[in-house]
């Protein structure tokens, strides 16, 4: 049953137009609301397939962008930007993968890092990564906002699958990545151990306040699923919930060193490229144990709804995994097992859960 997208992946078909390349002046380009696309890579490889995208001109955007420039990296002296702006030439020199995050994109503002790699994805090396440093139009379940203000890591990234069977489970992959990066870098930097946690499906949660979320979309061409995964993450932005240097401060107010996002990226790639792989060559059921040691909700009881005749009758049940499809695997007070599925209706997953026996 391949349906534990619920309604986070969804297919892109929208119009799309050509990018403008000029190179403007600073002055001109600060001033006149347009979007700026830096490109780079970690190897000589990845630079000259920067450099092929901007002279041959085929990257695309969604009719509503402004007008687009692109630059190399060798060109940032043409941008405005601020010591908070992303340092590239520190996530690079931290990056320690074969394929994921080494192909990247930059822009101080966006209205979205999964417009750029999902319309783009056919033209993107596998494993590209767009990173902005404020986000307009940041995209959440079905239609929510992610609210994206700077101090928060906004990425999304290219993945390439050919089961469709687990394309599904993917985002638990990546929301796992994302709690084992945090704690490498603080175990590294010999700063207190932060505990992220996953909340089912798809969001990151830190002390009882949600702090990140996960997004995944696909297309399928040419016999591949082409997922785009979009990651939000509250790094050193406290408002609108809080975020891990908040916490950080609060459990050690003498902290000298606070974490940054250019180091949380590079780790996640780490432990993204080797959990991927994992879960491609032994399934999920590789990163099981260490998963339920980081989400929230087992031995949780939650109320589901069943449908006797014309009623709807509520019980409630006890959580006990997931499903080879990515639901939740829960067992009721008659010790009958059951997968949840949310009622497509509710803003929590958790309201109006349906089950169906198994």
Not at 58 to 83: C, Q
Not at 103 to 131: K, M, Q, Y
Not at 215 to 244: A, I
Request: hydrophobic letters at 40%; charged letters at 25%; a neutral charge.
């Amino acid at each position: 049953m391949q349906v534990a997208y619920f309604s986070r992946f969804i297919s892109l078909t929208p119009s799309l137009r050509r990018l403008s390349f000029s190179v403007a002046a600073a002055a001109g380009m600060d001033g006149d609301g347009s979007c700026k696309l830096v490109l780079c890579g970690k190897s000589s490889v990845e630079n000259d397939t920067a450099k092929r995208l901007k002279s041959e001109n085929v990257l695309k955007l969604p009719d509503d962008t402004p007008k687009v420039s692109l630059f190399l990296a060798s060109e940032m002296e043409n941008l405005v930007r601020d010591d908070d702006s992303f340092n590239l030439s520190l996530f690079m020199n931290s990056l320690s993968t074969s394929r994921f995050g080494r192909f990247f994109i930059w822009s101080p503002r966006l209205s979205s890092t999964h417009d750029v790699v999902s319309h783009n994805f056919a033209e993107l090396p596998v494993g590209s990564v767009c990173v902005s440093d404020i986000q307009l139009k940041g995209r959440g379940r079905t239609k929510n906002v992610w609210e994206s203000p700077k101090g928060c890591l906004m990425y999304s990234f290219t993945v390439e699958m050919e089961d469709g069977r687990i394309v599904p489970l993917i985002q638990y992959v990546v929301s796992l990545a994302v709690t084992e990066a945090v704690k490498d870098v603080c175990d590294k930097k010999g700063l207190p151990y932060i505990d992220v946690k996953i909340k089912w499906p798809n969001d990151l949660y830190l002390n009882g306040l949600k702090v990140g979320g996960i997004l995944c979309t696909s297309t399928y061409r040419s016999r591949k699923f082409h997922v785009s995964v979009g990651v939000g993450l509250n790094v050193d932005n406290d408002q609108p919930t809080t975020c891990l240097n908040t916490v950080l401060k609060e459990i050690s107010p003498a902290a000298s060193i606070l974490l940054r996002r250019e180091d949380i990226l590079a780790a996640f790639f780490h432990k993204f490229e080797k959990f991927f792989d994992l879960f491609i060559d032994q399934g999920f059921k590789s990163l099981e144990e260490l998963y339920y040691r980081t989400w929230l909700h087992s031995g949780q009881r939650v109320i589901v709804e069943d449908k006797i005749e014309d009623q709807v009758v509520q019980n409630v049940v006890t959580i006990q995994g997931l499903t080879s499809s990515g639901y939740l695997l829960a067992i009721g007070d008659d010790y009958q097992m059951c997968e949840l599925h949310p009622d497509g209706n509710s803003f929590d997953f958790f309201k109006g859960l349906v089950r169906r026996k198994i």
